[in-house]
């Protein structure tokens, strides 16, 4: 199959070698160009353009950065990919930008499968991945062998089912995380001894963000990162823009996030968020 992959950030190149080691011919492309050297030396070619990319493709994969991003690149696979091309976006965006873009993609005769992924770099590069995939029976069947090679797949519905669930899914991360910082806050303040108040915030409710950023938060340092704390704010946004009724400790969370990205940390790691709740 000829794949083409739009999208070389910290997530698309180590799904993209998976691509390659599966066999398929690989074409790649990114809006800064040279970020993934080590694909071009494995084979892949990279292409100049969107459109040179996906001329000859079969199946093209987006893992771009948010809505706008994914929108635009789109609007590109759109004018210059074959008729019946399939469409795949693993970005995490807005439900409703989803449907959008799949509607966008259908009228152009193209099929169309969102596919967000739960996990990080270390699961993307061991191809252990949650595939989220929203799309019809027949699309989804069409993606499966490639979707599976970044991990477990789940087809959970039709395009705007997986995005739906992924939004969930990272309003669940960001609010932990921003109780994590409250919870150390409030240790803080009690004068708990930090050794202590870890180990003990271990074993209970926050036990999964403290034990996943453990290192991060001993050491203060929040580089390199495996999710930015800026795209934990467009996820953040992602909730608060889909919700029906109010989503008060998103807003609260979104507001402390954005604080902390205005000072200077929205290229760190996501965890960060703690780290700036503690200290402020
Ligand atoms: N990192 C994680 O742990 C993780 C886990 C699950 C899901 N995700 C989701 O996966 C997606 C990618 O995340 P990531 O961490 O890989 O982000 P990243 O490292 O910041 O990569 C973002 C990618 O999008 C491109 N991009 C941004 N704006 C663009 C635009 N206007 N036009 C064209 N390309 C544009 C960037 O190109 P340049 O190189 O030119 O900037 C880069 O290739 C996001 O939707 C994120 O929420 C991330």
Request: glycine content about 12%.
């Amino acid at each position: 199959m000829n794949v083409a992959f739009l999208g070389m950030g910290r997530m698309g190149r180590e799904m993209a070698r998976h691509v390659i080691e599966a066999g398929h011919q690989l074409t790649i492309w990114n809006r800064t160009p040279g970020r993934a050297r080590e694909l071009v030396a494995a084979g892949a070619r990279e292409a100049a353009s969107v459109r040179d990319a996906v001329a000859g493709a079969d199946a093209v994969v987006l893992m771009l950065f948010d809505d706008a991003s994914a929108r635009q690149v789109l609007g590109d696979v759109v004018a210059g990919a074959p008729a019946r091309t399939l469409v795949i976006n693993t970005t995490t965006i807005a439900p409703a930008t989803g449907r959008d873009l799949g509607r966008v993609a259908a009228t152009a005769g193209l099929r169309y499968v969102e596919a967000p992924v739960v996990g990080t770099i270390g699961p993307a590069r061991d191809a252990t991945l949650r595939v989220l995939v929203g799309a019809s029976e027949q699309d989804a069947a069409a993606a499966e062998e490639l979707l599976s090679r970044f991990g477990t797949t789940r087809h959970v519905g039709g395009v705007g089912a997986a995005t739906a669930l992924k939004a969930v899914v990272n309003l669940g991360l960001a609010l932990a995380t921003g109780a994590l910082g409250e919870a150390l806050r409030l240790g803080s303040d009690l004068g708990v001894d930090r050794d202590l108040l870890r180990s003990e915030l271990a074993g209970g409710a926050l036990g999964f963000i403290l034990n996943y950023k453990q290192s991060m938060l001993a050491d203060n340092d929040f580089q390199p990162a495996t999710f930015t704390l800026d795209g934990l704010i467009k996820d953040l946004r992602i909730a608060t823009g889909s919700a029906r009724r109010p989503l008060p400790m998103a807003t609260t969370t979104l507001a402390l996030a954005t604080e902390a990205s205005d000072a200077g940390h929205g290229k760190e790691d996501f965890a960060s968020l703690a780290a700036y709740y503690t200290a402020t």
